[in-house]
């Protein structure tokens, strides 16, 4: 199986900050890694694709990079509404894996 | 615009069976790569199955031989027999449509939770 590594597991961050999480798999997965964001009580949302391809309708603020093992998903300039949990996944094949997650709040 | 909608959770005695439906709308589930994701209260995300457009599934190894992922193409609905459950089953169901060539989870329902307890 492949495994997910996420960094930090937490971050405290103000608005208008930029937030680098980092997100590493155990071996190569190509650019099979996505993110997703989820805020309390509420389903997860995805926003990143292939390692780098927004999904429709996501602020460009947030983008993703990476290939191999070593992504890294980057917030520009971090929003009240950007507080949440975000995720990554490897979908390079089954069992699909995600990483434990990396919360972001009010510092 | 697709939407899911799941049902069937609840609370089941441990060794017990539930079924859990996801309604779909916006596509045809017959057509898509679909997913089960769960997550058991304050923990993470934990893929659980998936079918392909083909039919072929596939399993985590914590619910092999005991969950079952089916599709009704006449009802458009996904569905998650669960069978023989224990207590780590516990958790929030989501119902997932897949893109096809990358397999994200583009489009979340809102999830169903089910209970294991005596």
């Known amino acids: 199986d492949i495994q997910m590594t996420q960094s930090p597991s937490s971050l405290s961050a103000s608005v208008g900050d930029r937030v680098t999480i980092t997100c590493r798999a155990s071996?190569?997965?190509?650019?099979?890694l996505n993110w997703y964001q989820q805020k309390p009580g509420k389903a997860p949302k995805s926003l990143i694709f292939?390692?780098?391809s927004l999904q429709s309708g996501v602020p460009s603020r947030f983008s993703g990079s990476g290939s191999g093992t070593d992504f890294t998903l980057t917030i520009s300039s971090l929003q009240p509404e950007d507080y949440a949990t975000y995720y990554c996944q490897q979908s390079y094949n089954t069992p699909i894996t995600f990483g434990p997650g990396t919360k972001v709040d009010v510092k | 615009e697709v939407q899911l909608v799941e049902s069937g959770g609840g609370l089941i005695q441990p060794g017990g069976s539930l079924r859990l439906s996801c309604a779909a709308s916006g596509f045809t589930v017959s057509s898509d790569y679909m997913s089960w994701v769960r997550q058991a209260p304050g923990k993470g995300l934990e893929w659980v199955s998936l079918i392909y457009r083909s039919g072929d599934t596939y399993y985590a190894d914590s619910v092999k031989g005991r969950f079952t992922i089916s599709r009704d193409k006449s009802k458009n609905t996904l569905f998650l027999q669960m069978n023989s459950l224990r207590a780590e089953d516990t958790a929030v169901y989501y119902c997932?449509?897949?893109?096809?060539?990358?397999?994200?989870?583009?489009?979340w329902g809102q999830g169903t939770l089910v209970t294991v307890s005596s």
């Open positions: 997932t449509k897949n893109g096809d060539t990358w397999r994200a989870n583009d489009y």
């Open positions: 292939a390692a780098s």
């Open positions: 071996q190569s997965i190509s650019r099979y």
